[in-house]
């Protein structure tokens, strides 16, 4: 290769490069425009707006709708309250203390017998604890069902709050059996909670090791829990659901927190492992419990480590852990400790970078600075074939692919149309004048053999087989693109070589949620269902789910890109599948495979849907979609049985709002 070649590949690396991000930055303030827009609407709209009196100054009243919404004050304080009554309701239906076991299970709990005799440490850091959370946290650990468990106390405490050693020494003389449990070391300064927690993790003794905040509490189950469930799996990393509560009411709950099983995207983007991690000690080896350097984010640091070595981490779907919500502690504001915030960043590039990720970007998102948008790196530049079925419906196909064409700065791409028997002249028109256009060499239509009825899975398969790029992008014909760079962002994901299907985030023409992922099992038929579906665009998800790319069991087809080497290697769409459910069953055999499937809500379109098709209400229709459901049940009985692992089984598959279940 000559000097001047060379020189010339290295300069459009680098304007590749440069577009690249100019695209994500493009995106960004897109994302920003629409959330503004939200919230001016929000204020124009508000009642208080119409009804304000004439003589009220129009400035005044503007400042103080923006300083309500930015600081969340009034309406803040309202919505909590109302959700402190809900979830005191919810407690009494069995979460909270309704969900302590009554003397005859605590006897039942405690006289279990397991292979193992599990010796759990708890790590506790002590510094300047408030005294009746102290109490509470010691009380919670000697509550426990499971007997067999050593407190591990390091505290740097200074003299002021000397009470809390003669607390902790107290509980220690109430018999020899605490005295021996209850380890106690007053440490000669403070060294910060991590430092201050592997000092506790120096005095234990037990094979499985739970760190613990000094300020938190304990469901008495939680250590059975545990046990039972090393016993029944040998897991070597385990974490529970959670919940944060107010003051001293265990059942003032400010958020509930039911979590999927491990999904790394999840975790990349959002520590939702969180509370209470308990692990093999065997995962230490080589490894430090905590590092300073990430004091704020130590457990977000610590949880990437270890589950990259633990060879079975297994979720307790129980809400076994209580966050104490209390002025200054970051489960009540992260704003509490901003260095959290720079923290977290940094214990999740370090993760990146330690599996070969480079010249990534890890970004806060809408819905909370320590929730992340990580940005990765586009590996050279691979052809993607965008396969759109279509039989007439002229006016859909051109309103999607003008959107390709003026929106999207991702340019090694061709277009598949997998022609489906149109009869329509306006239709045959448009394929001329595509064929004779500017982007002819980008587009080619593909004639399928209509058959006898119309089925949608082999329409795809038969564009499939046509495309010559690295990548296939199914794609219908009634979408419409809004991010200019999504492409990009559903190719990031896909390119990875543990991930097989990728599908973005679709609307509804009233910016309603079509698809933000799809869960096994969910609906009224029981095969699967969008979560969050109908909500609005701005909404931020449970839990912020809206807001960062994470493991799905499946996505739309609609919008659903995948290597090509996969898709043939699974066999493609299940033609028994003519129209309904053949993406979730692709994108189910390819979990079969090892890969992971990932929703991104940063590849957004609109979808017009059952424009194309009609929608499957009844007669036929109606007819057709329960035998392919009956089908789909068939098939993955085993699937269904065990539940989605992304969806907790707390929640109702009635609903797709994350509805709880009712309890009997």
Same mark, same amino acid.
């Given at each position: 290769m000559g000097t001047e070649e060379r020189d010339y590949k290295e300069e459009y690396e680098k304007e590749r490069v440069k577009a690249a991000y100019l695209a994500d930055r493009v995106a960004q303030l897109e994302d920003e425009v629409d959330d503004l827009s939200?919230?001016?609407?929000? =204020?124009?709209?508000?009642?208080?707006?119409k009804a304000s009196k004439p003589a009220r100054s129009v400035y005044h009243f503007v400042k103080r709708q923006a300083d309500r919404i930015?600081?969340?004050?009034?309406?803040?304080?309202?919505?909590?309250?109302?959700?402190?009554?809900?979830?005191?309701?919810?407690?009494?239906?069995?979460?909270?203390?309704?969900? !302590?076991?009554?003397?005859?299970?605590?006897?039942?709990?405690?006289?279990?017998?397991?292979?193992?005799?599990?010796?759990?440490?708890?790590?506790?850091?002590?510094?300047?604890?408030?005294?009746?959370?102290?109490?509470?946290?010691?009380?919670s650990v000697l509550n426990q069902t499971y007997e067999n468990w050593e407190l591990c106390l390091a505290d740097g405490s200074d003299e002021a709050h000397a009470y809390v050693g003669?607390?902790?020494?107290?509980?220690?003389?109430?018999?020899?059996?605490?005295?021996?449990? =209850?380890?106690?070391?007053?440490?000669?300064?403070?060294?910060?909670?991590?430092?201050?927690?592997?000092?506790?993790?120096?005095?234990?003794?037990?094979?499985?090791?739970?760190? !613990?905040?000094?300020?938190?509490?304990?469901?008495?189950?939680?250590?059975?829990?545990?046990?039972?469930?090393?016993?029944?799996?040998?897991?070597?990393?385990?974490?529970?659901?959670?919940?944060? !509560?107010?003051?001293?009411?265990?059942?003032?709950?400010?958020?509930?927190?039911?979590?999927?099983?491990?999904?790394?995207?999840?975790?990349?983007?959002?520590?939702?492992?969180?509370?209470?991690?308990?692990?093999?000690?065997?995962?230490?080896?080589?490894?430090?419990?905590?590092?300073?350097?990430?004091?704020?984010?130590?457990?977000?640091?610590?949880?990437?480590?270890?589950?990259?070595?633990?060879?079975?981490?297994?979720?307790?779907?129980?809400?076994?852990?209580?966050?104490?919500?209390?002025?200054?502690?970051?489960?009540?504001?992260?704003?509490?400790?901003?260095?959290?915030?720079?923290?977290?960043?940094?214990?999740?590039a370090d993760h990146l970078r330690r599996h070969g990720f480079k010249n990534f970007r890890i970004t806060g998102t809408r819905a909370f600075e320590t929730i992340f948008k990580i940005t990765y790196e586009i590996e050279g530049n691979p052809l993607i074939s965008i396969v759109i079925p279509n039989r007439d419906h002229e006016e859909d196909l051109r309103r999607c692919q003008t959107s390709i064409f003026d929106k999207s700065t991702y340019e090694n791409y061709e277009i598949v149309i997998a022609e489906n028997g149109s009869t329509e002249e306006a239709v045959k028109k448009y394929y001329e004048e595509l064929q004779a256009g500017p982007l002819r060499e980008r587009i080619r239509i593909v004639h399928c053999d209509p058959?006898?009825?119309?089925?949608?899975?082999?329409?795809?398969?038969?564009?499939?087989?046509?495309?010559?790029?690295?990548?296939?992008?199914?794609?219908?014909?009634?979408?419409?693109?809004?991010?200019?760079?999504?492409?990009?962002?559903?190719?990031?994901?896909?390119?990875?070589?543990?991930?097989?299907?990728?599908?973005?985030?679709?609307?509804?023409?009233?910016?309603?949620?079509?698809?933000?992922?799809?869960?096994?099992?969910?609906?009224?038929?029981?095969?699967?269902?969008?979560?969050?579906?109908?909500?609005?665009?701005?909404?931020?998800?449970?839990?912020?789910?809206?807001?960062?790319?994470q493991n799905v069991s499946a996505v739309t087809g609609a919008c659903l890109m995948v290597k090509k080497e996969v898709y043939d290697r699974v066999g493609g769409l299940d033609e028994s599948f003519a129209v309904s459910l053949n993406d979730v069953d692709l994108c189910l055999k390819i979990r079969e495979e090892g890969l992971l499937n990932v929703f991104t809500p940063f590849a957004e379109l609109y979808h017009y849907e059952s424009a194309s098709r009609g929608a499957d209400l009844e007669g036929e229709k109606a007819a057709r979609y329960n035998a392919e459901s009956e089908h789909f049940r068939e098939k993955w009985k085993d699937f269904l049985a065990k539940g989605d692992p992304y969806y907790n089984p707390n929640f109702t598959l009635d609903r797709s709002d994350y509805s709880l279940k009712v309890q009997d």
């Amino acid at each position: 290769m000559g000097t001047e070649e060379r020189d010339y590949k290295e300069e459009y690396e680098k304007e590749r490069v440069k577009a690249a991000y100019l695209a994500d930055r493009v995106a960004q303030l897109e994302d920003e425009v629409d959330d503004l827009s939200f919230k001016l609407a929000r =204020i124009k709209n508000n009642p208080l707006w119409k009804a304000s009196k004439p003589a009220r100054s129009v400035y005044h009243f503007v400042k103080r709708q923006a300083d309500r919404i930015k600081n969340q004050g009034d309406a803040r304080g309202v919505v909590k309250k109302i959700q402190y009554k809900i979830r005191e309701k919810q407690a009494a239906k069995g979460y909270g203390t309704a969900s !302590f076991p009554d003397e005859e299970e605590r006897k039942r709990q405690r006289e279990a017998v397991f292979q193992k005799d599990i010796l759990f440490s708890i790590l506790v850091p002590l510094y300047n604890t408030p005294e009746n959370y102290l109490k509470d946290m010691l009380d919670s650990v000697l509550n426990q069902t499971y007997e067999n468990w050593e407190l591990c106390l390091a505290d740097g405490s200074d003299e002021a709050h000397a009470y809390v050693g003669e607390i902790v020494e107290s509980y220690r003389k109430r018999d020899e059996n605490l005295a021996r449990r =209850i380890r106690y070391e007053k440490l000669k300064e403070n060294g910060g909670i991590s430092a201050n927690t592997n000092a506790a993790l120096a005095m234990a003794s037990g094979q499985y090791v739970a760190p !613990f905040d000094h300020d938190d509490y304990l469901h008495p189950s939680v250590l059975y829990e545990y046990a039972k469930a090393i016993d029944e799996t040998g897991a070597d990393y385990l974490y529970c659901d959670e919940t944060t !509560f107010a003051g001293t009411n265990l059942n003032k709950f400010v958020t509930m927190h039911f979590k999927p099983d491990y999904a790394i995207d999840n975790l990349r983007a959002n520590n939702y492992i969180c509370h209470l991690s308990c692990f093999d000690r065997d995962l230490l080896k080589g490894e430090e419990l905590y590092r300073s350097q990430y004091d704020g984010s130590q457990d977000h640091d610590m949880i990437l480590r270890l589950t990259d070595k633990a060879k079975k981490i297994v979720h307790v779907p129980k809400l076994l852990y209580y966050w104490r919500c209390h002025p200054g502690s970051t489960a009540s504001d992260i704003g509490a400790k901003e260095y959290a915030i720079e923290a977290a960043r940094g214990s999740v590039a370090d993760h990146l970078r330690r599996h070969g990720f480079k010249n990534f970007r890890i970004t806060g998102t809408r819905a909370f600075e320590t929730i992340f948008k990580i940005t990765y790196e586009i590996e050279g530049n691979p052809l993607i074939s965008i396969v759109i079925p279509n039989r007439d419906h002229e006016e859909d196909l051109r309103r999607c692919q003008t959107s390709i064409f003026d929106k999207s700065t991702y340019e090694n791409y061709e277009i598949v149309i997998a022609e489906n028997g149109s009869t329509e002249e306006a239709v045959k028109k448009y394929y001329e004048e595509l064929q004779a256009g500017p982007l002819r060499e980008r587009i080619r239509i593909v004639h399928c053999d209509p058959g006898e009825s119309f089925n949608y899975a082999r329409i795809c398969n038969e564009g499939v087989r046509a495309a010559t790029g690295e990548y296939i992008l199914l794609l219908n014909n009634d979408t419409q693109v809004i991010s200019v760079n999504w492409m990009e962002e559903l190719l990031m994901y896909a390119q990875r070589p543990d991930v097989g299907a990728v599908g973005g985030k679709l609307y509804y023409p009233d910016k309603t949620i079509q698809h933000a992922g799809i869960v096994v099992g969910l609906g009224a038929h029981r095969t699967a269902g969008h979560t969050h579906y109908k909500q609005r665009r701005e909404n931020l998800g449970y839990m912020g789910r809206l807001c960062y790319a994470q493991n799905v069991s499946a996505v739309t087809g609609a919008c659903l890109m995948v290597k090509k080497e996969v898709y043939d290697r699974v066999g493609g769409l299940d033609e028994s599948f003519a129209v309904s459910l053949n993406d979730v069953d692709l994108c189910l055999k390819i979990r079969e495979e090892g890969l992971l499937n990932v929703f991104t809500p940063f590849a957004e379109l609109y979808h017009y849907e059952s424009a194309s098709r009609g929608a499957d209400l009844e007669g036929e229709k109606a007819a057709r979609y329960n035998a392919e459901s009956e089908h789909f049940r068939e098939k993955w009985k085993d699937f269904l049985a065990k539940g989605d692992p992304y969806y907790n089984p707390n929640f109702t598959l009635d609903r797709s709002d994350y509805s709880l279940k009712v309890q009997d």
